[in-house]
């Protein structure tokens, strides 16, 4: 029988439970790196980011992302639906709504129109002309302002011209305004011939209604209210339709712009290097002291 001694059992059964420190140094080492995490640098075969463009590329290399703002400045959002922005859709939402609103307000302002021409010809100038032709928007302006156009020429059947001389129509209160422009005094002729009288005449004869589209809307008051209001409508549903424009204008404006900065930004990312540190939690079994790792 071998007896064996009580030293030797204890140094045995120490050898066995404690682990040799080395490898309990690396496996402490070990628990410590899976709760740390480390930052290392990228290289250039690491991770890329969500999205990059090619440092310095250009138009000539074959980039697609140089017109990414050129086509927003064509379809407002499309540079941000490129640059995988969810905002491409306000973009577009503001572009729809702006040309749907001008189309309407447009279509609107032509309705009014044909509605206050076609009351002028039934109403005002039906007394005068069989067939009305449509005049320019001065015309209709006038029309508004005055209840008769008056008559061009007091007696046609004289070779000189003889202008409206009632103020309260239109060609009168012009026949006036020339006269007050012209004329030392606009109550007193000029003497046949004189520079004052020809160039009065002149003001006249440039700005008169002529006969084919003289109006009156005398006794015809209900009407000729009726026609004001459709006149104003038309010109608000006018003035709407060019305030839409000038919103999509501004899409046009701000999508592009959106797009170019935004390129920039992520080019200048594309550029950047991630640097970070690598750091180990000290450890000193058996009394042995750790350190940090160097900085990478």
């Known amino acids: 029988m071998i007896v064996a001694r009580p030293a030797l059992c204890r140094t045995v059964l120490l050898a066995?439970?404690?682990?040799?420190?080395?490898?309990?140094?690396?496996?402490?080492?070990?628990?410590?790196?899976?709760?740390?995490?480390?930052?290392?640098?990228?290289?250039?075969?690491?991770?890329?980011?969500?999205?990059?463009?090619?440092?310095?590329?250009s138009a000539a290399a074959g980039d697609p992302a140089w017109?990414?703002?050129?086509?927003?400045?064509?379809?407002?959002?499309?540079g941000q639906a490129l640059l995988d922005q969810d905002r491409f859709v306000v973009y577009a939402a503001v572009e729809g709504i702006g040309w749907l609103r001008y189309i309407a307000e447009r279509r609107e302002g032509a309705r009014q129109r044909g509605a206050y021409r076609e009351l002028a010809n039934r109403v005002a100038r039906a007394f005068f002309t069989i067939d009305p032709q449509a005049g320019n928007f001065e015309y209709y302006e006038r029309m508004q302002h005055y209840v008769e156009s008056g008559v061009f020429d007091v007696d046609p059947g004289t070779p000189e011209l003889e202008p409206e001389v009632d103020t309260l129509t239109y060609n009168g209160s012009l026949w006036l305004l020339a006269r007050r422009t012209f004329w030392e005094h606009p109550d007193t002729?000029?003497?046949?011939?004189?520079?004052?009288?020809?160039?009065?005449?002149?003001?006249?004869?440039?700005?008169?209604?002529?006969?084919?589209?003289?109006?009156?809307?005398?006794?015809?008051?209900?009407?000729?209210?009726?026609?004001?209001?459709?006149?104003?409508?038309?010109?608000?549903?006018?003035?709407?339709?060019?305030?839409?424009?000038?919103?999509?204008l501004a899409n046009h404006v701000l999508s592009t712009v959106d797009a170019y900065v935004t390129l920039r930004l992520w080019s200048r990312e594309s550029n950047t290097r991630s640097v970070g540190l690598s750091a180990e939690l000290p450890w000193a079994p058996f009394g042995r002291r750790g350190g940090t790792g160097p900085a990478k």
């Not at 496996?27 to 999205?51: D, I, K, L, S």
């Not at 400045?73 to 499309?78: E, I, K, L, M, N």
């Open 16 to 57: 066995l439970l404690i682990p040799a420190p080395a490898d309990a140094q690396r496996r402490a080492e070990a628990q410590v790196g899976a709760q740390v995490p480390t930052v290392r640098e990228f290289g250039p075969g690491g991770p890329p980011p969500p999205r990059q463009f090619a440092p310095g590329a």
């Open 67 to 78: 017109w990414t703002p050129l086509a927003s400045a064509v379809v407002p959002g499309a």
């Open 189 to 248: 002729l000029p003497p046949p011939g004189s520079e004052a009288l020809g160039r009065a005449a002149a003001f006249y004869l440039e700005r008169a209604i002529r006969p084919e589209f003289r109006w009156s809307w005398r006794n015809a008051q209900l009407e000729h209210d009726l026609f004001r209001r459709t006149i104003d409508e038309s010109n608000e549903a006018y003035r709407q339709a060019i305030q839409a424009l000038g919103v999509i």
